[in-house]
Each structure stands twice: as structure tokens, then as C-alpha cells.
């Protein structure tokens, strides 16, 4: 996902590409520090909108919080998305003044992190789709879309093997590589398709025997 930089034209620096692409930091080692960066912006502007009950300023919730749907996986957008909620809430609970203004702040903002959170698996899906013709993705979800596609060469032939069937030892035996590196590359797999069992992923057997 990341390329080096250069001083070709052509070639770019590609280490923030999880800027632009639809769960952008599934399976990222920064997934879980940025969606905590999320959370403190809301919970801080929140107490600024106490001290200044005067100032509409959950208005600014809406880009960590659009974000959060935007990049983050399931789990952390949706935690993210709660606290966000809260905090929308809240200052609408609490609010003096302004109540209207506040109230369809609350109202603007959590239908559109549902938007984004839709948009952002449409689009993902869709890239999916273009990249693997014909190709079924079971469920049905975007963010398995984005992760299938951060599965490196030998973690999708992992993948492969086992959710066919195949034990960790098997597949130590098969590619020459011990058992512990099979179970590393297994739990790098569950990471980024966003799947914590066996079960799950031979249910996907049908997906990496296209790949």
C-alpha cells in the first residue's frame, strides 16, 4: 500500500494513500490511535461547548466524526460514532440557547455519518468489484472489499489453504515455513478482513479459490 518516495513526476510518496481509499486503515497499525484522536477531538469540542454555552461549536464535530466513518474499520467507526453521538447529544441536552440550531446540528450530523459509513462501503465494494471481475465477496461488505485487497502474496495464500481446510502444521509442511509463521500470517488475515475464526474464514473458501 505504501511505495517510496521519489523526484519522479510520476512517482509519488504513496504513505498517506489511506487518506483517500474507503477504509482507508483497516488492518493499519494506526487504525486504533487515530480513532482515539477521533473520540478525544469530540469529547473536547463537547466540554468547549459547556464552557461556551453561547458558541454552536459541535459544528465541528462533523469532520473527525465523517472521518471515523470514512476510514476506520467496523469496530472503531462505530465506537467512534457513539461517543460522537453522545457528546451531539449531549450538547443539545444541555444547550441555553441556540436549542434549534443545536438540534439539527444533531440531526444533520448522525445521518450523515450513516451516509458516509454506506458511501464509504458502496465505494469500496465497487473498487472490489473493477479490480476482481466476477469475483463473489461473502458477505456482502465493503470492508471486507478494502481488506482482501491489503492481503499480501503470502497471506492470501495462507488464507487460501486455510479455509479450505488446511491446519497451521499442514500448511508449515506444504510451504516450507514453520508453524509459528503460519499462525502469524493467520492473525494478520483475521486483522484486516475483519474476521476472528477459522469458521469465518472458510466461509470465504469460495473468494480465495478465485484469487
Request: glycine share 8%; net charge neutral; proline share 5%.
Amino acid at each position: 500500500m505504501q511505495g517510496p518516495a521519489t523526484h519522479n513526476g510520476h512517482d509519488v510518496d504513496r504513505s498517506l494513500d489511506w487518506l483517500f481509499q474507503p477504509f482507508g486503515l483497516v488492518g493499519h497499525p494506526l487504525a486504533a490511535p487515530v480513532a482515539g484522536l477521533f473520540a478525544c477531538s469530540l469529547v473536547l469540542l463537547f466540554c468547549l461547548e459547556l464552557t461556551t454555552p453561547d458558541d454552536v461549536l459541535m459544528f465541528f464535530a462533523l469532520p473527525p466524526l465523517l472521518a471515523a466513518m470514512w476510514l476506520l474499520p467496523h469496530r472503531l467507526a462505530w465506537l467512534v460514532g457513539l461517543v460522537g453521538a453522545a457528546s451531539i447529544v449531549g450538547a443539545t441536552i444541555t444547550a441555553e440557547q441556540d436549542r434549534a440550531a443545536e438540534v439539527s446540528i444533531c440531526m444533520v450530523a448522525l445521518g450523515m455519518a450513516v451516509a458516509a459509513r454506506w458511501y464509504a462501503g458502496r465505494v469500496s465494494e465497487l473498487i472490489y468489484e473493477q479490480s476482481s471481475p466476477g469475483l463473489p465477496v461473502e458477505p456482502h461488505n465493503g470492508e471486507l472489499s478494502a481488506g482482501l485487497r491489503l492481503l499480501t502474496r503470502r497471506e492470501l495464500e495462507i488464507a487460501r489453504l486455510a479455509s479450505t481446510g488446511y491446519s497451521a502444521r499442514e500448511i508449515a509442511t506444504i510451504l516450507h515455513i514453520s508453524e509459528r509463521t503460519v499462525e502469524n500470517h493467520i492473525a494478520n488475515v483475521y486483522a484486516k478482513l475483519g474476521i476472528n475464526s477459522r469458521r469465518s474464514l472458510i466461509k470465504m473458501a469460495a473468494v480465495f479459490a478465485n484469487r
